[in-house]
């Protein structure tokens, strides 16, 4: 069974950077893709970004389009958000999950395991 732990969240004054990383144990995540997905507070959780198990294919939410970018290291068996041009709104619970296929997902229900989450808070 994979474990997902999620690391690199903190406080952040706006317009600054924060680089998340998830490591995962217990199955090589080389064959799946991975996304990273978020929850404000009183809100639903919302998808942010995707990478394929290759990592040739990503996919971004639009509010972080420009400012996110996800990335992998199979050998290290991680995937990483890098977060710049923060703003408040995008204070939230992050977290990484692992999609059952290879390819960029079309559902949530695509992805089987979820890490517990990394809090992000940025500043005005």
């Known amino acids: 069974q994979v474990q997902l732990v999620e690391s690199g969240g903190g406080l952040v004054q706006a317009g600054g950077s924060l680089r998340l990383s998830c490591a995962a144990s217990g199955r090589t995540i080389s064959s799946y893709a991975m996304g990273w997905f978020r929850r404000a507070p009183g809100k639903e959780r919302d998808f942010v970004a995707i990478?394929?198990?290759?990592?040739?294919?990503?996919r971004y939410a639009d509010s972080v389009k420009g400012r996110f970018t996800i990335s992998r290291d199979n050998a290290k068996n991680a995937v990483y958000l890098q977060m710049n041009t923060l703003k408040p709104e995008d204070t939230a619970v992050y977290y990484c999950?692992?999609?059952?296929?290879?390819?960029?997902?079309?559902?949530?229900?695509?992805?089987?395991?979820w890490g517990q989450g990394t809090q992000v808070t940025v500043s005005s």
């Open positions: 999950a692992l999609a059952t296929i290879p390819t960029i997902p079309a559902r949530i229900g695509d992805f089987g395991s």
């Open positions: 990478i394929s198990a290759s990592g040739a294919s990503t």
